[in-house]
């Protein structure tokens, strides 16, 4: 009888607490804003009603903070056990989000209070970087410390992503969760992603298989689009370069009460490009299409259901100019044609059961169809994946968890007409648990274990474990770790540069599924500067290891077959992230050290096209009617697959942008000291009828200036 008691007792010194949060101006529900209460360090995001809903809340005197890009953050207290409801209202103007809670993690934290290390890429930074490339998310990713964006080819200018030195297919793409953007299309991909109607990137460096599944070796990128509030928003955006790129971006969205909507739509045209004049494009001539459309319906304050479709139309060629602009002519014959299509739906069906857990189902269905074209050689196929999951979340004062389900599919389908046949199905199902839990104040606990079958290469269990400790004097450093697996498929980095030419199809008799293991170590600072300069540093350190990697070998008979390497590929380095803070400016530097080793190789050598040594700095002003940043960039020295040694290189970039009442105009100088590979080594190889393209290890396109506008209709603050 005491310990019930007890625990009816303890109970009455907590309460469920509703904060309701709407705007100044027009009293409308404010969605999207982040709620935080510095003790018990509890964060959530309001809803379409303007609401987040706490558990478990001690009873009392609480200090609140709320805040939203765009509006000043607010900071009260309020008297929890006195009512169930509590409204604020904020005033426009501010432009510092305190507290951010992540996707990526499935739950309701802020931050600074999950155990995983997670880079967060907010709405003001993407905007920089759609200005600098509003056609691509290659710029928000390249400027990431670690992380490097590798062409594979001249001539199409398709690039694959590296996060710590590890190839392109060990870093999974979402978008809002979504698995889109793998396989077949994976070395087009970063290309067709325009990055307007996008809202934040969430970077996980490290294995994250737990909670996504396979893929997730190196680390995953999850794109968050922008959804719609009850005021409208619509932004169009143009942008011209010198080197005859035009692109057009428009975005907009509104809610009105159970239903709200998103629309979004992207043209580029880029005329083929030669800086060098050497008769060959350093960008390919380009027709790109995109257009996003998305409804929402919230048939109730506690359910939300959308539905959304992904749509490209991509047609590049490359190669030889004179046979682009007016056709084949004598030693003229040399291009590369790629015409891709790819459209994807995603449907999520969302309700909150009560006032700690909810219920999610989401579906995605996937198509893409891409046509490569070289003379005298052609490879052509469609790509269907689907992907299906069911989970459930629960929310606690110290415990969060989730368990859930999920099914992935992927069928190629190779041209009938092909000479060889590399049809690849893979089917994978996947159960997975994960739970983060307040051990003290001060330490917190993540787990997860995952557990896949796949039909061909069997059982993956795949656990996890994550540990953070932070206190009250700006101090925290996390350690983690876990287990990964990728399923064998044609579509590599390697192939991609012989264009799948002579490529024989994986023979899931012989060839194992790729394995993984690897840790991260993180240590973060934050404090003050002379009361007047704010200062932060974090220092990572990480290891992972790939154990059957899968290798592109040449046989006797002019083919290429896939092996498993007999030893381990390891990739061990640090990064380092500095940023400093006065007034209305911001100044990031940044360190990677990258050391990646083939060990199935004598010597165990540095993996060919990655630079040990890379760094950079960035200095932002950004006012009210300003926002002014100046880039360096330094690549260190690289390998090439003959051990030949690259120099290494320094690229800057300068940005200049103006607000006014109906939007902003802007200038961009990417890479102004005009720092290309062919200033280093050729870009192309006699004959000219038939060339032979190196390997790219430096900048292609130089020099690019670009002028732009943006068009808010609505939405604006007032500039002078």
């Not at 007890?6 to 309701?20: E, G, P, Y």
């Not at 100088?669 to 290890?697: A, C, G, K």
Request: glycine letters at 8%; a negative charge.
């Amino acid at each position: 009888m005491l310990t019930i008691l007890l625990c009816f007792s303890i109970k009455a010194q907590t309460s469920d607490v509703q904060i309701k949060v709407i705007t100044e101006d027009e009293k409308e529900p404010l969605m999207g804003a982040t709620v935080y209460f510095p003790e018990p360090e509890k964060g959530a995001v309001t809803g379409f009603d303007g609401i987040a809903t706490f558990a478990e809340i001690p009873n009392g005197n609480q200090i609140i903070r709320i805040s939203y890009l765009g509006f000043k953050t607010l900071e009260a207290t309020i008297e929890v056990g006195s009512k169930d409801i509590f409204t604020f209202t904020l005033e426009a103007g501010g432009n510092e989000l305190d507290e951010v809670v992540l996707q990526s993690t499935r739950s309701t934290r802020t931050v600074k209070k999950i155990p995983t290390r997670i880079e967060f890429i907010g709405t003001e930074e993407l905007t920089e970087k759609a200005i600098m490339n509003p056609t691509n998310i290659s710029m928000v990713l390249r400027e990431s410390t670690g992380i490097q964006m590798q062409q594979t080819s001249l001539s199409s200018a398709n690039t694959n992503i590296r996060i710590q030195g590890l190839d392109g297919r060990y870093t999974q793409l979402l978008r809002d969760g979504f698995p889109l953007y793998g396989g077949f299309s994976s070395g087009l991909s970063i290309l067709q992603i325009p990055p307007l109607d996008l809202k934040q990137f969430e970077i996980i460096k490290g294995s994250s298989s737990t909670l996504y599944g396979g893929g997730a070796i190196a680390g995953l990128v999850n794109m968050v689009s922008k959804t719609p509030e009850s005021a409208p928003s619509l932004d169009i955006m143009l942008t011209q370069t010198q080197a005859l790129g035009s692109t057009a971006n428009v975005f907009y969205s509104k809610r009105k009460e159970k239903f709200g909507i998103s629309l979004y739509g992207s043209g580029h045209y880029q005329k083929a490009y030669d800086p060098e004049e050497d008769g060959f494009s350093n960008l390919p001539k380009t027709t790109s299409i995109s257009f996003n459309p998305k409804l929402f319906y919230y048939p109730s304050e506690k359910t939300t259901v959308w539905f959304g479709l992904n749509g490209t139309y991509d047609d590049r060629i490359g190669g030889d100019i004179t046979k682009i602009e007016e056709g084949e002519n004598g030693i003229h014959q040399y291009t590369e044609k790629n015409i891709s299509k790819r459209l994807s739906s995603q449907a999520v069906y969302r309700t909150q059961l009560d006032s700690i857990s909810s219920f999610n189902v989401k579906n995605s269905v996937s198509f893409f169809d891409r046509n490569l074209t070289i003379p005298d050689f052609s490879f052509d196929g469609q790509q269907i994946n689907s992907f299906t999951e069911i989970n459930y979340q629960r929310a606690t004062s110290k415990l969060d968890w989730i368990f859930g389900a999920n099914l992935y599919t992927s069928n190629f389908d190779e041209n009938d007409n092909a000479p060889l046949q590399r049809d690849q199905n893979d089917v994978t199902l996947g159960a997975f648990a994960n739970s983060i839990y307040d051990l003290s104040e001060n330490w917190i606990l993540e787990t997860g274990l995952r557990a896949d079958y796949n039909t061909d290469f069997g059982f993956f269990p795949l656990p996890r474990v994550s540990l953070l400790y932070k206190n009250n004097s700006g101090f925290s450093s996390r350690i983690g770790g876990g287990l990964g697996y990728k399923i064998p498929d044609i579509f590599t980095e390697e192939a991609e540069f012989i264009n799948f030419e002579n490529v024989l199809v994986i023979d899931k008799e012989t060839i194992k599924a790729e394995q993984s293991y690897g840790i991260n170590l993180d240590f973060n600072y934050q404090t003050r500067l002379f009361e007047t300069v704010g200062f932060s540093v974090n220092q990572l350190f990480y290891v992972t290891a790939i154990n059957n990697g899968l290798l592109l070998n040449s046989t006797n008979n002019g083919f290429f077959e896939f092996k498993n390497a007999a030893e381990e590929i390891l990739s061990k380095g640090a990064e380092t992230n500095i940023k400093f803070t006065y007034n209305d400016f911001r100044w990031f530097l940044n360190y990677a050290f990258i050391d990646t080793r083939l060990n199935y190789l004598p010597g165990n050598p540095q993996k060919p096209l990655t630079a040990r040594h890379n760094a950079g700095s960035v200095l932002m002003y950004e006012s009210d009617k300003w926002r002014i940043g100046y880039e360096t960039f330094y690549t260190g020295k690289q390998l090439l697959s003959n051990g030949t040694e690259t120099t290494d290189f320094i690229t800057m970039g300068l940005l200049a942008m103006r607000n006014f009442n109906f939007g902003s105009v802007f200038l961009n100088f990417e890479n102004f000291t005009d720092r290309r590979q062919s200033r280093f080594s050729p870009l192309v190889l006699p004959p000219h009828e038939n060339p032979e393209f190196p390997e790219i290890y430096a900048p292609t396109d130089g020099f690019i200036f670009s002028v732009g506008l943006i068009i808010k209709p609505f939405g604006n603050e007032d500039h002078d």
